[in-house]
């Protein structure tokens, strides 16, 4: 009994000193030549180019010549393997030192979305495992984008949209650039600060462009489609921009009767009844009056602030006029004012000025004074 348990032990030992054996054996062949690059999982998008460095460390006391392969590259990617500059296979190693080698993969433009694993092997070595993550579906087209493909204002707006022009084939692309706004609308396209009507991209390469809209003067409300497209004689791309237009801003400044001129006495005051309508088709608020007036003359509004007036409705306002009591008889300009941050109107008024009656009594009064005064003396002194 005991000289079995003697066998079994030693064949247990045995076993464990092979495994031993085996072990440090697959350990040294392991560690004696290793390809080691930092970044073995890499994310990308289509048609993106990535440079590995690789480092081959011999580990061993002798020479190493190393047999290099790649294996599980997709057929359509474009990988290299190059030293010095040259394209290589293989590559020697001094005994305890390290060769650098790049290896470049070329991701294409045409690729699902999804993670790529793939080996590098110094053969009958080591291997190195890699993996690149292609963020998004690839497409070999032109992509024509923008963030924010929608815009609102009034009539007078220029609506300006940025738009990112991607060129995913392989070539270099001279683009067209047109758009085909509704009658009446224009459509500008810049590039780096100046007007374009083409653009450069190269391949795999993106241009942000940027799109001047605008509406004409008597634009009605609403939301309008304006399509732009970037195209070249194999491949183009379109965006669909959007300008809603909120309404049209116009002022009037007026009289009721239309009546803009008026005589006025110097020193008095005179009354002219104004009419302020909202010409457009949105809401006109804090409407504001004022007057530019001659000098040292007066002018206040029963209302200067007009809070808020409809499409189409008018307001009558009262505007009392003082001229200067040192006016002299003739014609005057006096210039009034409504306006809103959106739109503004004036009116000039002609008003000429009549002096009091009262000097005109008192001028005849002098004159009849001075008459009197000389027939006195001509008859007391004219006898002699």
């Known amino acids: 009994m005991q000289k079995k348990w003697m066998i079994a032990f030693s064949l247990m030992l045995t076993l464990m000193m092979g495994t ?6 697959s350990a040294y ?3 004696g030549v290793v ?5 073995t999982n890499i994310s990308v998008t289509p048609g993106e180019s990535i440079s590995y460095s690789v480092d081959v460390l011999n580990n061993t006391s ?13 057929k359509e990617w474009k990988a290299e393997l190059t030293s010095g500059g040259w394209a290589i296979k293989q590559i020697g190693v001094k005994p305890d030192s390290e060769q650098n080698l790049n290896l470049q993969i070329d991701v294409p433009l045409a690729v699902e979305k999804g993670t790529y694993n793939f080996t590098l092997k110094a053969n009958g070595h080591s291997s190195l495992p890699l993996s690149i993550n292609v963020t998004e579906q690839g497409t070999y087209k032109t992509e024509l984008t923008t963030e924010q493909p929608n815009l609102q204002g009034d009539a007078s707006s220029a609506f300006d949209y940025t738009l990112t022009l991607k060129n995913r084939t392989a070539n270099d692309q001279q683009y067209a650039l047109s758009g085909a706004a509704p009658r009446g609308w224009t459509v500008s396209f810049l590039s780096g600060g100046q007007s374009v009507t083409s653009v450069e991209v190269a391949a795999n390469s993106t241009a942000d462009i940027n799109v001047s809209v605008k509406p004409p003067a008597e634009v009605k409300e609403g939301s309008y489609k304006i399509p732009v497209k970037a195209a070249t004689n194999s491949t183009s791309a379109e965006a669909e921009l959007e300008a809603v237009i909120t309404g049209t801003y116009g002022l009037k400044l007026t009289t009721p009767s239309g009546l803009l001129s008026t005589d006025i006495t110097a020193g008095k005051e005179k009354k002219l009844e104004l009419q302020v309508t909202n010409t457009g088709t949105a809401v006109l608020k804090d409407i504001e009056l004022s007057p530019t007036t001659p000098v040292d003359w007066e002018v206040t509004f029963d209302e200067d602030k007009i809070a808020s007036l409809e499409p189409g409705q008018s307001a009558n306002v009262t505007a009392t006029v003082k001229a200067d009591d040192k006016s002299i008889s003739g014609d005057y300009q006096l210039d009034l004012h409504a306006k809103t941050p959106e739109s503004n109107s004036s009116v000039q008024f002609r008003m000429t000025v009549k002096t009091s009656m009262l000097w005109g009594w008192i001028g005849v009064l002098i ?3 001075v008459i009197g005064g000389m027939f006195y003396i001509f008859r007391k002194y004219g006898r002699r």
């Open 20 to 25: 031993l054996v085996g072990g440090g054996y």
């Open 62 to 74: 002798d020479v190493q010549n190393v047999a290099l392969s790649l294996e599980g590259v997709p």
């Open 35 to 39: 390809l080691y690059t930092p970044y």
């Open 367 to 369: 004159i009849a004074g």
């Open 29 to 31: 062949a392991a560690s």
